[in-house]
């Protein structure tokens, strides 16, 4: 995949980067923390043939989703998912 962009911000002191990777017909969105991922979420978007992965790469939708993987974080849904 190709990492198309990434949108840094911090939590608790701690520095993340939401990446945004895509291919021909996925876009994943995904938080970081120290080059590895921050837990175990992912968004997804899956492109049909017939839809340009470009249009949808620069659309208003990707600053939502990684917004919802900011909030994953500062929510902390990972850990009270596993625990």
Not at 7 to 22: A, G, Q
Not at 61 to 77: G, N
């Amino acid at each position: 995949m190709i990492l198309f962009k990434e949108i840094p911000f911090n939590f608790e002191d701690e520095d993340y980067k939401t990446r945004v990777y895509y291919d021909d017909h996925i876009i994943n969105v995904i938080a970081f923390r120290n080059n590895y991922p921050a837990n175990g979420f992912r968004q997804q978007i899956k492109i049909p043939k017939y839809i340009s992965v470009k249009y949808i790469l620069h659309h208003e939708m990707i600053k939502t989703y990684a917004e919802i993987c900011k909030e994953d974080i500062s929510e902390k849904r990972w850990e009270r998912l596993i625990t």
